[in-house]
């Protein structure tokens, strides 16, 4: 069992590693909301997503684009 969790995590990752790395490439800011509480906000956190505002329920969160990622 602990091994899908961790499985499902690391799925999640990729997925939203690879929509990063597009928005990066079009210059995309991209913002969010997580609950407040939620293991989910550290998986944003590590993706380069700040804190913008909160509010008894939700952090609304955002991400501006890097320049790190270049098309080949």
Excluded: I, K, W
């Amino acid at each position: 069992m602990a091994a899908d969790v961790e499985a499902v995590a690391e799925l999640r990752a990729v997925v939203l590693r690879a929509d990063l790395e597009r928005c990066d490439r079009e210059g995309t800011l991209v913002r969010l909301n997580v609950l407040q509480g939620s293991p989910a906000r550290r998986l944003y956190e590590r993706h380069g997503f700040t804190g913008e505002a909160e509010d008894p329920v939700d952090v609304f969160m955002v991400r501006e684009p890097t320049s790190t990622v270049h098309d080949s």
